[in-house]
């Protein structure tokens, strides 16, 4: 009797091991009820939801249901709907595209618009997925720079991780100065990125405070990076951290912060047209400037969006204004187990002195001054980890007034 019943108490052990649902999975383990909490706390419920050609799904969320206001400090915070103020001949220039030496003209857009729009007093913010979350490192980590992520010049030394960690740079810094914004034309490419794991990226980089502790930053231009969207197509995206890429901050719509206020442009949408070898150039205009009244920093792309902006109380240092300004491109090289450098192309994988129509740019670079009004930087300077993989060839004047063509193959015979 005792053996039928020990017999009995074993198979009922095992039809519930067998039945019961598990807890973990994924290729890191992460939980399921911790994958869903995420999800839910990341999309939310829409009026519309568009399917994009490119397989996206952009959902159309209410302006005041966004990610942006679960913010602690944003609880009570009241949308701003539009920007106080413009730096000025801040709408002057060209539309989005280049036309400059006889290519051709063209706006440059999101793929999702093709099916449809969001409705008024909506934002659009792309769906993030089970699978998404499955190619980050763990849950908590979905949608943030490594801590590591941010150049660092000699001036802020020890300066020996990046090397460590991977992250290369190449761009054009002004530094030491007191400034309320940015502006750049970026030239818009399709890099190839060889590891999952590894992203190519172009932007504007707005800084205040301490590179090894407490850092600010806003971030905003082009990228392609396969770990974060599960494909190779170059995306919009922006990105904020309060304190040097430790626990604050994300990209685009991936945490509470930036509040975004347009209904035509996702954050993280991919963009189009794009560059092509010796064929049309493409380039977007990027702004990032703080409004005086409200201390706000809005984004604007290309000179018809005004996206939304990063509220001031986010910050320390940039609450005031920023001490540095980056423009240029930034690459994961994780290299093989030989030691080998990867050969994640930056731009459009070309050096910056094969020049127009082969080498990736930035033109118009300005800086939003004391009186907030735009103008070309003073004192611009040049900054790479390693020449050989990537490098940078600034340029002034004309139509294009401060300027620098940037990028490279990466591996290569002089960068092994």
């Not at 383990?29 to 839910?40: A, D, R, Y």
Request: glycine share 8%; with cysteine.
């Amino acid at each position: 009797m005792a053996t039928r019943v020990s017999f009995l108490l074993a198979l009922v052990m095992t039809v519930v091991v067998i039945l019961t649902p598990p807890v973990v999975s994924g290729e890191n383990g992460f939980s399921e009820l911790k994958i869903h909490t995420h999800l839910k706390r990341l999309n939310k419920p829409a009026l519309k939801s568009i399917k994009s050609p490119d397989g996206d799904i952009i959902d159309c969320v209410p302006v005041t249901d966004q990610p942006a206001l679960a913010h602690p400090l944003l609880v009570n915070h009241t949308v701003q709907m539009f920007p106080s103020f413009n730096p000025e001949s801040v709408f002057s220039q060209s539309k989005v595209s280049s036309n400059t030496k006889n290519h051709q003209s063209g706006v440059i857009s999101q793929l999702w618009h093709v099916n449809g729009k969001c409705p008024e007093n909506t934002v659009p913010i792309r769906r993030t997925t089970k699978q998404d979350l499955y190619r980050a490192s763990s849950v908590e980590k979905f949608g943030m720079k490594s801590q590591k992520s941010m150049p660092k010049r000699k001036s802020y030394e020890p300066a020996s991780v990046l090397t460590q960690n991977g992250h290369q740079h190449a761009i054009m810094y002004v530094e030491d100065g007191i400034f309320y914004g940015a502006k750049a034309k970026i030239n818009v490419w399709k890099p190839n990125v060889e590891m999952p794991n590894e992203f190519s990226l172009a932007q504007i980089w707005v800084l205040g405070g301490n590179f090894n502790s407490d850092l600010n930053s806003i971030e905003a231009g082009w990228q392609v990076s396969p770990q974060l969207y599960g494909d190779s197509r170059t995306r919009l995206f922006t990105y904020w951290t309060s304190d040097a890429y430790q626990g604050t901050g994300c990209y685009n719509l991936l945490c509470s912060g930036f509040v975004q206020i347009n209904r035509e442009i996702a954050m993280g949408g991919s963009i189009s047209p794009l560059s092509r070898f010796g064929n049309s150039q493409y380039d977007i205009t990027i702004l990032i400037w703080k409004d005086p009244k409200e201390g706000h920093w809005w984004l604007q792309f290309g000179e018809k969006y005004i996206i939304g902006y990063w509220p001031a109380s986010l910050f320390s240092y940039l609450s005031e204004s920023a001490s540095m300004i980056e423009w240029g491109g930034e690459v994961v090289n994780s290299q093989s187990e030989e030691g080998q450098h990867t050969t994640t192309q930056m731009g459009s994988g070309r050096f910056a002195e094969e020049g127009w129509g082969k080498a990736s740019y930035f033109k118009n670079i300005q800086v939003v001054d004391g009186s907030n009004e735009l103008r070309s930087p003073e004192n611009l300077q040049v900054f790479t980890d390693q020449e050989n993989c990537y490098n940078v060839k600034s340029g002034s004047g004309g139509s294009w007034g401060s300027h620098f063509y940037y990028g490279g193959p990466g591996r290569n015979p002089n960068c092994p």
